[in-house]
């Protein structure tokens, strides 16, 4: 595909120039640097194996499709350029208008050990019920189908539980123990995979921190790439433990580092290119601007199917652009964050959306990891960053979704902390003030001796 060449050459130039540009500014845990990692993966890298050869489009060879064209591919690869670049200069002016106010003293509310203590109390034992429950598939069958969704949430409160308790207490071997039973139920199950790498974002992002590093360490890049290799085979490594076939679950595990007859490990996600220059040409077809009311069924999604069976979805707006070759409702496609975009407000969702996206969380990332470690600001945020990668895949409502539903913990705990008397709040000065050092000196202590460093350090 010879006519996307010179598009993936401004594609790398862009993404250099993002880089070289922003990179004194950035770290692991910045949206930018999740937004690269998900531009760099879902389009630059689909784009060069377009190049090559190395990879079809999408519904090559499908019966009764309509193969993503050259032009769509182009086009949707320039656009995706152009959210890039939005995103990366709003993130830019963020910086600008934090550094601006960075010797203001900024009130944050202190994350409460007590309240995270009672909800580990409360949540983990529910969650581990729910969890072995659907596991065994008795609870699911007593529930039906429409309870079903709702529990699979409760199930996840063990995961997030542990979160929020090595936030507060630091990496205990205990808890360290306790997630790697849930994370490993989670990884052998064969399905929800993202629930998986969503806590080990978490947990590497909150770990760099309370080693005041910005960027993972070679250890972490190694076993980021073991696990990377092993990621693609998981789920039929999971059906294998599932079925009790252990020989083969090991076959699986042997084969994601032979790096040949990856076939069955070959993802769909490799398309994401395709799957948005796709939608951009359903909305074309379809000829209308949907004026942000794909974001409006979020005020609905608390409500019970069984309850009211025609309640708005996440997903309907691909019922509506889908046609016979691309029926992308049917087949569960992905369409981005920007096509999602451009379906509500055409080529101005290109600049709007992104800029939106880029001001505010990297304006909530510098706010909430400036000050001492122990602030809720900064738990939820990481909470809120873990869920980044899915939101610019799936969509501006996932970032809901993955945190408040997903994590209910996070929501318990934000909740409990706003209650009048629950938790203190603390005046935390900036690095520089004179005053910092003193007025945070028994703070730093406890929190040096809670995380194993040396006591009186000012971890800011």
């Not at 995961?159 to 123990?177: A, E, N, Q």
Request: aromatic share 16%; glycine share 8%.
């Amino acid at each position: 595909m010879d006519s996307l060449l010179p598009y993936l050459l401004l594609d790398v130039l862009v993404v250099g120039l993002v880089i070289l540009v922003m990179f004194r500014r950035m770290a692991f845990w910045h949206p930018l640097t999740v937004y690269l990692f998900f531009h760099l993966y879902s389009f630059t890298y689909r784009a060069f194996k377009l190049t090559t050869g190395a990879a079809s489009p999408l519904y090559t060879g499908v019966p009764n499709t309509e193969v993503i064209t050259a032009t769509e591919l182009s086009r949707a690869l320039l656009w995706a350029d152009v959210g890039l670049v939005v995103f990366a200069v709003a993130s830019w002016l963020a910086h600008g208008q934090f550094e601006a106010k960075a010797m203001r003293p900024t009130v944050r509310r202190v994350l409460s050990p007590n309240i995270a203590k009672f909800l580990g109390v409360l949540c983990l034992p529910v969650g581990f019920y729910v969890f072995t429950a659907l596991k065994s598939g008795n609870l699911e069958l007593e529930v039906g189908a429409a309870g079903t969704g709702y529990l699979q949430s409760v199930a996840l409160w063990p995961i997030g539980i542990v979160g929020l308790l090595v936030f507060t207490f630091g990496f205990r071997w205990y808890l360290l123990l306790l997630g790697g039973f849930f994370l490993g139920g989670v990884a052998l199950q064969g399905y929800h995979r993202f629930m998986l790498v969503l806590p080990l974002l978490f947990f590497t992002a909150y770990y760099l921190q309370t080693r005041r590093l910005r960027w993972p360490t070679w250890p972490i890049l190694l076993a980021a790439l073991v696990f990377a290799l092993v990621f693609p085979r998981l789920k039929f490594i999971g059906q294998a433990v599932q079925a009790g076939d252990n020989q083969e679950a090991w076959a699986q595990v042997t084969e994601s580092f032979t790096f040949s007859s990856r076939e069955k490990g070959e993802s769909g996600g490799e398309d994401f290119l395709d799957q948005y220059a796709g939608a951009l040409s359903l909305a074309d077809t379809n000829g209308r601007n949907f004026n942000g009311s794909t974001y409006l069924a979020i005020v609905t999604l608390p409500i019970p199917r069984a309850w009211w069976p025609s309640k708005p979805g996440l997903a309907d707006h691909l019922q509506e652009i889908s046609t016979s070759g691309r029926n992308y409702a049917v087949e569960g496609r992905i369409i981005t964050y920007l096509a999602e975009a451009y379906l509500n407000f055409g080529y101005v969702g290109f600049f709007l959306i992104p800029a939106f996206m880029g001001y505010v969380f990297t304006a909530f990332c510098l706010w909430a990891t400036a000050g001492p470690l122990l602030r809720l600001s900064r738990y939820v945020y990481l909470v809120v960053f873990m869920a980044l990668i899915q939101t610019f895949r799936d969509g501006l409502l996932s970032i809901f979704v993955f945190t408040v539903v997903h994590n209910m913990p996070m929501l318990f705990a934000l909740i409990l902390h706003y209650v009048p008397g629950f938790a203190a709040k603390s005046l935390d000065r900036p690095a520089a003030d004179p005053l910092a050092g003193e007025e945070e000196e028994e703070i730093a202590a406890e929190e040096a001796r809670r995380l194993g460093g040396p006591e009186g350090q000012n971890y800011r």
